[in-house]
Every structure is written in C-alpha cells, then in structure tokens.
C-alpha cells in the first residue's frame, strides 16, 4: 500500500519577480454514456476550495524540486485524487490573491484523467465534481481559470478528432511515506 500526503507550507515555493508560482490543471474526461459507449462531448472535473464556499481547478504552489508538468500533476493527486497524463500548457495569467491582495502567476495544463482515485491526500476536505464544460464555466470562481477552459475547450475542438491531444508528459505521481 502506498500512502500519499499533501505538501504543506511555502518556504520550498517558486517566486518568479515576487510573485508566487502556482500551478494547475484542468482535469478532463470523454463523457460515457449510460449505454457505455464514448461520446465527444467532454467532462471536466472541479473540486470545492478548503472552506467549500467555491468551486475551481486543482492548483498550488509549484515547489523547488520539481518541474512544472509534475507540480500540475501533484495537485490534481493531492485536491482532486485523479491521475492522468499532463498535456501542454494552456497559459500563464497574473491574478491578484483574494485571500492574501497580492499577485501570484498562475500556470494551467490540460491532464486527461486516467484514474480516478477513491481515497487521496484531501478528500477530507474537498468535493469533487465532473460537470459539462459550460456548467464549469459558470461554477468556476477564477476568471483565469475560465479562460485557461476556454483555451482547453479551443485545442480540443479545433482537433481534426476530438480525441485528446497526442502529446503528453508521463509523470510518476505517487510519493510514498
């Protein structure tokens, strides 16, 4: 068995010109039918903050010993218990910290769940929910996380397919303690 525990703490954070890094990502699913067959209409997966009062993306500080694919990669375990393959960068948006007025540099990837975990490092203290991406779109608390979906939903649909984009980073995901 392998026991998985969220980071704490910002003294190992990225800074970039004094703002803090923070990384996430936008997890993502084919919808299934009841029947179970795949459709081509996607699900996104958002998860209430610590307090419950709003609902977002998985996202954090992206700390000192990792690179980025692997930081977005971590959140999506630690908030949301979901594993997949990290894609390519949707963005990087400056936004102002609600809860601490100052700027942080947010970076947001596409991960196409592969796994989705029944027991993981905050389930204690969060929900998570898959929804229709217009329905995120409402949801979804931060302005730059909507238009990290935006440009998430853009690539998806501009794909000759609409299959999920072939290009990936496989990062290995589980710490153990």
């Keep these: 068995m392998v026991c998985v525990v969220s980071r704490t703490g910002r003294q190992f954070q990225r800074y970039n010109k004094g703002r803090r890094q923070v990384v996430g990502c936008i997890p993502y699913r084919l919808k299934i039918s009841t029947d179970g067959t795949i459709s081509d209409e996607f699900e996104v997966l958002v998860i209430s903050s610590q307090k419950g009062h709003a609902l977002m993306f998985p996202k954090g500080g992206w700390e000192l010993d990792e690179s980025v694919e692997e930081a977005a990669s971590r959140e999506s375990l630690e908030e949301a218990g979901v594993i997949g393959n990290v894609e390519r960068q949707l963005g990087k948006w400056d936004f102002l910290s609600k809860s601490r007025g100052t700027f942080y540099e947010g970076l947001m990837f596409p991960m196409l769940v592969k796994e989705e975990l029944e027991l993981w490092p905050e389930q204690h203290l969060r929900q998570r929910m898959w929804m229709k991406v217009d329905e995120a779109r409402e949801a ?38």
């Design 140 to 177: 979804c608390r931060d302005w730059w996380m909507k238009e990290a979906l935006d440009v998430l939903i853009h690539r998806l649909s501009s794909s000759p397919s609409m299959k999920p984009m072939e290009e990936e980073t496989k990062i290995p995901l589980i710490s153990t303690c």
